[in-house]
Nanobody
């Protein structure tokens, strides 16, 4: 069974940091392009960033640029989302998902419209004083 499980969410003060993990089981995560999305209460899903298969390229959306960093740990079959300088606007449930890919690039629009692939259940990140 192909599965993604997110972890690392929690409560953090403004200006703080969180590192979210997206752990894969049942498949080699290095062969998958992975995107991170978030959804705040009462709002639609918003793209955060993506990392290509093998981790050669990353893209970040909007306010994530310059503050968030995506990386892979092949030995742990995990993709990490390091989030710094967090503000209350970053509060939401964070999801990872993706599909098998040989492309050296990643595209958030394609990931957002993915109808198949593998998705996790999300982890909640709350930024509040």
């Amino acid at each position: 069974q192909l599965q993604l499980v997110e972890s690392g969410g929690g409560l953090v003060q403004p200006g703080g940091s969180l590192t979210l993990a997206c752990v894969a089981s049942g498949f080699n995560l290095d062969e998958y392009v992975i995107g991170w999305f978030r959804q705040a209460p009462g709002k639609g899903r918003e793209g955060v960033g993506c990392i290509s298969s093998e981790g050669g390229n990353t893209r970040y959306e909007g306010s994530a640029k310059g503050r968030f960093t995506l990386s892979r740990d092949s030995a742990k079959n995990t993709v990490y989302l390091q989030m710094n300088l967090l503000t209350p606007v970053d509060t939401g449930r964070y999801f990872c998902g993706g599909q098998e890919s040989i492309s050296p690039a990643c595209d958030m629009d394609s990931l957002a419209s993915l109808t198949d692939g593998v998705w996790g259940q999300g982890t909640q990140a709350t930024v509040s004083s």
